[in-house]
């Protein structure tokens, strides 16, 4: 290192020869940083395959929400149809029971979302002023 450091300020001196051995300096530099890049490992990349991969990337559509809701209402009815084997009133009173409990939860989720909404228009509010 230091030799170098001796060389460059010689050089400096007499002008012309300045500019080639900020060159020799600059290709230095590259070359060891393309040296550092090809002897670092990186990890192996895993790649997903299977139903876990087409899920995931199903998932991220717009038409996922839709699709997943209409298959649990439909995995629902199934169960209800099991469960009351054919008895049409029971069917009903359990139907009956899952819908009160999806309204009561819904009703309790609005409220709680919309308290956060109000208190964060608040603040922002307060922040403005």
Not at 40 to 47: E, I, Y
Not at 94 to 112: C, K, N, R, S
Request: hydrophobic letters at 40%.
């Amino acid at each position: 290192m230091a030799n170098t450091t001796r060389s460059r300020s010689g050089s400096s001196s007499r002008g012309g020869s300045s500019r080639k051995s900020t060159s020799k300096t600059a290709a230095r530099s590259t070359r060891s940083n393309s040296s550092r890049k090809t002897t670092a490992k990186s990890a192996p990349v895993q790649t997903e395959t299977g139903f876990s991969a087409a899920f995931k990337k199903f998932a991220s559509t717009r038409a996922a929400m839709p699709v997943i809701f209409l298959g649990c209402i439909i995995l629902l009815v199934g169960i209800d149809l099991l469960i009351s084997w054919n008895q049409y009133e029971l069917f009903f009173k359990i139907l009956g029971i899952e819908i009160l409990i999806a309204v009561v939860i819904w009703i309790v989720l609005t409220l709680v979302f919309s308290k956060r909404v109000t208190s964060d228009s608040g603040n922002t509010a307060e922040d403005e002023v």
